[in-house]
Protein backbone atom coordinates (compact mmCIF):
# COMPACT_ATOMS: atom_id res chain seq x y z
CA UNK A 1 0.00 0.00 0.00
CA UNK A 2 1.25 3.55 -0.79
CA UNK A 3 0.55 5.75 2.04
CA UNK A 4 0.58 9.82 1.41
CA UNK A 5 1.17 11.57 4.61
CA UNK A 6 0.64 15.22 5.02
CA UNK A 7 2.86 16.95 7.75
CA UNK A 8 5.66 14.39 8.35
CA UNK A 9 8.10 16.49 9.86
CA UNK A 10 5.91 16.77 12.89
CA UNK A 11 5.56 14.48 16.09
CA UNK A 12 2.77 12.44 15.00
CA UNK A 13 3.38 12.27 11.36
CA UNK A 14 7.46 11.25 11.90
CA UNK A 15 6.01 8.39 14.15
CA UNK A 16 3.75 7.47 11.69
CA UNK A 17 6.40 7.59 8.78
CA UNK A 18 8.28 5.17 10.86
CA UNK A 19 5.84 2.49 11.94
CA UNK A 20 4.44 2.02 8.53
CA UNK A 21 8.27 1.78 6.58
CA UNK A 22 9.08 -0.31 9.49
CA UNK A 23 6.18 -2.56 8.14
CA UNK A 24 6.76 -2.55 4.56
CA UNK A 25 4.54 0.16 3.74
CA UNK A 26 4.88 2.59 0.78
CA UNK A 27 5.63 5.67 2.09
CA UNK A 28 5.15 8.84 0.32
CA UNK A 29 6.28 11.61 3.00
CA UNK A 30 5.42 15.48 2.20
CA UNK A 31 5.88 18.85 4.58
CA UNK A 32 6.42 22.30 3.66
CA UNK A 33 10.65 21.81 5.09
CA UNK A 34 12.97 21.74 2.57
CA UNK A 35 14.83 19.10 4.50
CA UNK A 36 13.75 15.97 6.71
CA UNK A 37 15.37 13.12 8.55
CA UNK A 38 12.58 11.08 8.44
CA UNK A 39 11.92 7.58 6.88
CA UNK A 40 10.07 7.47 3.77
CA UNK A 41 10.46 6.35 0.13
CA UNK A 42 9.89 9.36 -1.39
CA UNK A 43 9.39 13.01 -0.03
CA UNK A 44 8.05 16.14 -1.50
CA UNK A 45 7.41 19.78 -0.42
CA UNK A 46 3.83 20.31 -0.07
CA UNK A 47 1.59 23.06 1.31
CA UNK A 48 -2.22 21.78 1.89
CA UNK A 49 -3.19 25.20 1.11
CA UNK A 50 -2.35 24.76 -2.69
CA UNK A 51 -5.08 22.35 -3.67
CA UNK A 52 -3.36 21.79 -7.29
CA UNK A 53 -0.12 20.49 -5.50
CA UNK A 54 -1.80 18.76 -3.16
CA UNK A 55 -3.88 16.35 -6.14
CA UNK A 56 -0.31 16.30 -7.66
CA UNK A 57 1.26 14.46 -4.60
CA UNK A 58 -1.41 12.16 -4.01
CA UNK A 59 -1.80 10.99 -7.45
CA UNK A 60 -0.95 6.93 -7.51
CA UNK A 61 -1.07 6.67 -3.78
CA UNK A 62 -3.66 4.29 -2.02
CA UNK A 63 -4.62 5.60 0.98
CA UNK A 64 -4.27 9.40 2.53
CA UNK A 65 -3.12 10.24 6.82
CA UNK A 66 -3.62 13.41 7.16
CA UNK A 67 -1.32 15.02 9.97
CA UNK A 68 -0.34 18.51 8.61
CA UNK A 69 -2.20 21.50 10.53
CA UNK A 70 -1.59 23.88 13.32
CA UNK A 71 -1.86 21.86 16.64
CA UNK A 72 -2.38 24.17 18.99
CA UNK A 73 -4.37 27.87 19.02
CA UNK A 74 -0.50 29.48 20.15
CA UNK A 75 0.53 28.80 16.69
CA UNK A 76 -1.19 31.57 14.85
CA UNK A 77 -3.64 34.23 15.10
CA UNK A 78 -7.24 32.27 15.75
CA UNK A 79 -8.77 33.88 11.94
CA UNK A 80 -5.10 31.66 10.41
CA UNK A 81 -5.17 28.59 12.83
CA UNK A 82 -8.93 28.09 11.47
CA UNK A 83 -8.13 28.58 8.16
CA UNK A 84 -5.40 26.69 7.55
CA UNK A 85 -6.79 23.79 9.28
CA UNK A 86 -10.17 23.84 7.79
CA UNK A 87 -8.77 24.72 4.24
CA UNK A 88 -5.81 21.91 4.45
CA UNK A 89 -8.40 19.36 5.25
CA UNK A 90 -11.12 19.87 2.99
CA UNK A 91 -7.66 20.28 0.08
CA UNK A 92 -6.96 16.46 0.91
CA UNK A 93 -10.49 14.99 0.69
CA UNK A 94 -11.16 17.13 -2.00
CA UNK A 95 -7.67 15.87 -3.97
CA UNK A 96 -9.22 11.95 -2.79
CA UNK A 97 -12.08 12.35 -4.08
CA UNK A 98 -10.82 13.40 -7.17
CA UNK A 99 -8.07 10.96 -7.49
CA UNK A 100 -9.88 8.12 -6.68
CA UNK A 101 -8.86 7.35 -3.26
CA UNK A 102 -11.34 6.28 -0.60
CA UNK A 103 -9.55 5.84 2.22
CA UNK A 104 -8.46 9.19 4.81
CA UNK A 105 -7.14 8.90 8.05
CA UNK A 106 -7.16 12.22 9.52
CA UNK A 107 -6.22 13.74 12.99
CA UNK A 108 -8.32 15.69 14.93
CA UNK A 109 -8.21 16.42 18.51
CA UNK A 110 -9.82 15.51 21.78
CA UNK A 111 -10.07 19.40 21.49
CA UNK A 112 -13.37 18.79 18.74
CA UNK A 113 -15.08 17.95 22.13
CA UNK A 114 -14.29 21.64 23.29
CA UNK A 115 -12.15 21.20 26.60
CA UNK A 116 -8.57 22.10 27.03
CA UNK A 117 -8.27 25.06 24.70
CA UNK A 118 -11.70 26.64 26.01
CA UNK A 119 -12.38 30.25 26.59
CA UNK A 120 -15.14 29.21 28.66
CA UNK A 121 -15.48 26.04 31.52
CA UNK A 122 -15.75 22.96 30.37
CA UNK A 123 -18.16 20.46 32.46
CA UNK A 124 -18.55 16.91 30.61
CA UNK A 125 -22.32 15.49 30.66
CA UNK A 126 -20.92 12.28 32.08
CA UNK A 127 -18.18 10.22 32.39
CA UNK A 128 -15.90 8.70 31.18
CA UNK A 129 -16.60 11.24 28.20
CA UNK A 130 -17.10 8.93 24.75
CA UNK A 131 -17.53 10.01 21.03
CA UNK A 132 -21.42 10.78 21.71
CA UNK A 133 -20.86 13.35 23.60
CA UNK A 134 -22.39 16.85 22.67
CA UNK A 135 -19.52 19.12 21.43
CA UNK A 136 -18.94 22.69 23.29
CA UNK A 137 -16.09 24.14 21.32
CA UNK A 138 -15.31 28.22 21.88
CA UNK A 139 -11.79 28.82 20.10
CA UNK A 140 -10.61 28.67 16.97
CA UNK A 141 -8.23 25.66 16.92
CA UNK A 142 -10.67 23.26 18.36
CA UNK A 143 -13.78 25.09 16.31
CA UNK A 144 -11.17 23.74 13.71
CA UNK A 145 -11.25 20.06 14.60
CA UNK A 146 -15.03 20.08 14.77
CA UNK A 147 -15.30 21.30 11.84
CA UNK A 148 -12.34 18.83 10.19
CA UNK A 149 -14.60 15.87 11.16
CA UNK A 150 -17.45 17.44 9.67
CA UNK A 151 -15.70 17.53 6.24
CA UNK A 152 -14.96 14.11 6.55
CA UNK A 153 -19.01 13.46 6.99
CA UNK A 154 -19.73 15.68 4.30
CA UNK A 155 -17.02 13.82 2.05
CA UNK A 156 -18.27 10.18 2.91
CA UNK A 157 -22.19 11.49 1.91
CA UNK A 158 -20.97 13.05 -1.61
CA UNK A 159 -18.03 10.57 -2.97
CA UNK A 160 -18.65 7.18 -0.39
CA UNK A 161 -15.06 8.57 0.52
CA UNK A 162 -14.18 6.72 4.18
CA UNK A 163 -12.47 8.21 6.77
CA UNK A 164 -11.47 8.22 10.44
CA UNK A 165 -10.69 11.31 12.32
CA UNK A 166 -8.60 10.23 15.52
CA UNK A 167 -9.00 12.41 18.83
CA UNK A 168 -5.68 12.75 19.66
CA UNK A 169 -5.15 13.93 23.26
CA UNK A 170 -1.18 15.29 24.19
CA UNK A 171 0.86 12.99 22.38
CA UNK A 172 4.27 12.55 23.97
CA UNK A 173 7.91 10.71 23.17
CA UNK A 174 8.03 8.54 26.29
CA UNK A 175 11.60 9.74 26.89
CA UNK A 176 10.35 13.53 27.06
CA UNK A 177 7.18 12.57 29.17
CA UNK A 178 9.72 9.93 31.30
CA UNK A 179 12.46 13.22 31.94
CA UNK A 180 13.28 14.13 35.98
CA UNK A 181 11.12 17.57 35.69
CA UNK A 182 7.87 15.93 34.77
CA UNK A 183 8.50 12.69 36.32
CA UNK A 184 8.71 15.12 39.63
CA UNK A 185 6.15 17.31 38.75
CA UNK A 186 3.73 13.99 38.69
CA UNK A 187 4.74 13.14 41.99
CA UNK A 188 4.44 16.42 43.77
CA UNK A 189 1.01 16.67 42.42
CA UNK A 190 -0.02 13.09 43.46
CA UNK A 191 1.49 14.00 47.10
CA UNK A 192 -0.68 17.63 47.07
CA UNK A 193 -3.58 15.44 45.98
CA UNK A 194 -2.90 13.00 48.94
CA UNK A 195 -3.46 15.70 50.89
CA UNK A 196 -6.11 17.69 49.73
CA UNK A 197 -8.87 15.04 49.92
CA UNK A 198 -7.85 14.76 54.06
CA UNK A 199 -8.88 17.91 54.19
CA UNK A 200 -12.67 19.00 55.42
CA UNK A 201 -15.27 19.02 52.58
CA UNK A 202 -16.12 23.00 53.41
CA UNK A 203 -12.68 23.82 53.02
CA UNK A 204 -11.57 21.96 49.53
CA UNK A 205 -15.18 23.65 48.27
CA UNK A 206 -13.27 26.94 49.41
CA UNK A 207 -10.47 25.86 48.11
CA UNK A 208 -11.94 24.95 44.55
CA UNK A 209 -14.64 27.83 44.30
CA UNK A 210 -11.11 30.31 44.32
CA UNK A 211 -9.58 28.29 41.92
CA UNK A 212 -12.30 28.43 39.69
CA UNK A 213 -12.83 32.00 39.80
CA UNK A 214 -9.21 32.59 38.59
CA UNK A 215 -9.61 30.06 36.07
CA UNK A 216 -12.82 31.17 34.15
CA UNK A 217 -11.23 35.05 34.58
CA UNK A 218 -7.90 33.72 32.87
CA UNK A 219 -9.82 31.82 29.85
CA UNK A 220 -12.19 34.60 29.55
CA UNK A 221 -9.04 36.87 28.34
CA UNK A 222 -8.66 34.30 25.38
CA UNK A 223 -5.09 33.93 27.18
CA UNK A 224 -4.45 30.85 25.25
CA UNK A 225 -5.12 32.20 22.26
CA UNK A 226 -2.49 33.88 19.92
CA UNK A 227 -0.66 35.51 22.63
CA UNK A 228 1.00 39.45 21.96
CA UNK A 229 3.61 38.17 24.80
CA UNK A 230 4.15 35.91 26.94
CA UNK A 231 2.27 34.86 29.62
CA UNK A 232 2.62 32.75 32.94
CA UNK A 233 -0.07 31.48 35.34
CA UNK A 234 -0.81 33.65 37.72
CA UNK A 235 0.60 33.15 41.12
CA UNK A 236 -2.28 33.33 43.80
CA UNK A 237 -1.47 33.81 47.38
CA UNK A 238 -4.52 32.28 48.72
CA UNK A 239 -4.39 29.08 46.32
CA UNK A 240 -2.24 26.21 45.86
CA UNK A 241 -0.32 26.48 43.19
CA UNK A 242 -0.54 22.58 42.34
CA UNK A 243 -4.63 23.13 42.72
CA UNK A 244 -4.47 26.07 40.42
CA UNK A 245 -2.48 24.42 37.80
CA UNK A 246 -4.95 21.23 37.99
CA UNK A 247 -8.30 22.89 37.83
CA UNK A 248 -6.77 25.34 35.21
CA UNK A 249 -5.11 23.20 32.55
CA UNK A 250 -5.50 19.43 33.62
CA UNK A 251 -8.72 19.60 34.02
CA UNK A 252 -9.71 20.99 30.86
CA UNK A 253 -7.68 18.05 29.14
CA UNK A 254 -9.31 15.29 31.31
CA UNK A 255 -5.88 14.32 32.36
CA UNK A 256 -5.31 12.63 28.95
CA UNK A 257 -2.85 11.12 26.83
CA UNK A 258 -0.93 9.14 24.19
CA UNK A 259 2.62 7.49 23.71
CA UNK A 260 3.76 8.46 20.26
CA UNK A 261 3.76 4.66 19.00
CA UNK A 262 0.52 4.36 20.12
CA UNK A 263 -0.87 7.37 17.81
CA UNK A 264 1.13 5.54 15.04
CA UNK A 265 -0.44 1.86 15.57
CA UNK A 266 -3.95 3.84 15.89
CA UNK A 267 -2.91 5.14 12.39
CA UNK A 268 -2.47 2.01 11.19
CA UNK A 269 -5.27 0.17 12.64
CA UNK A 270 -7.45 3.03 10.71
CA UNK A 271 -5.51 2.23 7.22
CA UNK A 272 -6.40 -1.60 7.43
CA UNK A 273 -9.78 -1.72 9.11
CA UNK A 274 -12.65 -2.88 7.16
CA UNK A 275 -15.28 -0.03 7.26
CA UNK A 276 -17.24 2.35 5.57
CA UNK A 277 -18.40 5.66 6.42
CA UNK A 278 -16.68 8.34 8.56
CA UNK A 279 -15.40 7.78 12.23
CA UNK A 280 -14.30 10.21 15.14
CA UNK A 281 -12.76 8.15 17.51
CA UNK A 282 -10.87 8.72 20.67
CA UNK A 283 -7.40 7.33 21.01
CA UNK A 284 -5.61 7.64 24.42
CA UNK A 285 -3.50 5.96 27.26
CA UNK A 286 -5.82 3.43 29.30
CA UNK A 287 -4.81 5.35 32.30
CA UNK A 288 -5.36 9.27 33.35
CA UNK A 289 -2.00 11.32 33.25
CA UNK A 290 -1.13 11.08 37.31
CA UNK A 291 -1.78 7.09 37.22
CA UNK A 292 -4.27 8.26 40.29
CA UNK A 293 -7.70 7.32 41.44
CA UNK A 294 -9.84 8.44 38.46
CA UNK A 295 -12.96 8.62 40.63
CA UNK A 296 -11.04 10.60 43.02
CA UNK A 297 -10.39 13.01 40.42
CA UNK A 298 -13.96 13.26 38.93
CA UNK A 299 -15.35 13.76 42.64
CA UNK A 300 -12.83 16.84 43.58
CA UNK A 301 -12.67 18.12 39.79
CA UNK A 302 -16.46 17.52 38.65
CA UNK A 303 -18.49 17.17 41.62
CA UNK A 304 -21.63 17.50 39.92
CA UNK A 305 -21.30 14.87 37.12
CA UNK A 306 -22.90 12.30 38.51
CA UNK A 307 -23.55 10.29 35.46
CA UNK A 308 -21.33 7.27 34.94
CA UNK A 309 -21.08 5.46 31.06
CA UNK A 310 -19.31 2.85 33.38
CA UNK A 311 -17.80 2.21 36.18
CA UNK A 312 -14.29 4.46 37.15
CA UNK A 313 -11.78 1.78 38.37
CA UNK A 314 -8.63 2.26 39.48
CA UNK A 315 -6.38 5.03 37.43
CA UNK A 316 -8.21 4.37 34.07
CA UNK A 317 -8.92 7.37 31.86
CA UNK A 318 -12.24 9.59 31.68
CA UNK A 319 -12.17 9.40 28.05
CA UNK A 320 -12.84 5.97 27.01
CA UNK A 321 -11.57 4.30 23.62
CA UNK A 322 -14.09 1.51 23.53
CA UNK A 323 -15.12 2.35 20.32
CA UNK A 324 -11.64 2.82 18.97
CA UNK A 325 -11.57 -0.97 20.08
CA UNK A 326 -14.32 -1.78 18.66
CA UNK A 327 -14.33 0.08 15.07
CA UNK A 328 -10.78 -0.44 14.06
CA UNK A 329 -9.56 -2.88 17.12
CA UNK A 330 -6.91 -0.17 18.53
CA UNK A 331 -5.35 -1.34 22.51
CA UNK A 332 -2.90 1.19 23.96
CA UNK A 333 0.60 -0.64 23.61
CA UNK A 334 2.28 1.76 25.64
CA UNK A 335 1.73 3.63 28.90
CA UNK A 336 3.44 7.37 29.40
CA UNK A 337 2.87 6.17 33.16
CA UNK A 338 4.02 2.57 34.09
CA UNK A 339 5.64 -0.66 32.37
CA UNK A 340 4.03 -1.27 28.58
CA UNK A 341 0.45 -3.18 28.08
CA UNK A 342 2.07 -5.49 25.71
Known amino acids: MRVF ?8 GRAVAVHLMARGYDVHLTDIVPEIDVPHSTYALCDILDFDAVR ?7 AIVHMAALRNPLLAHT ?4 RINTVGTFNVFEAAAKEGISHVVQ ?4 NALGC ?3 TTDFVPHYLPVDEDHPLFTTDSYSLSKQHGEEIGAYFWRRDRLSS ?3 RFPGVYRAAEWKDSKGQAGRQAMRAFLDSFVLLPVAEQERQMALARQYTLAFRAERRLEYPDGAWRIPAVDDV ?8 MFDRFNLWTSLDDRDAALAVEKSLTASLEGSHNLFVNDRQNTLGYDSQTLATLFFPDVTARTQALIGSESLVSVNRARDVIGFEPQYSLIGDSYA
Open 107 to 110: ASSI
Open 164 to 166: VAL
Open 5 to 12: ITGGAGLI
Open 116 to 118: AWN
Open 240 to 247: NAHLLYAY
Open 79 to 82: HDVY
Open 56 to 62: EQVRSCD
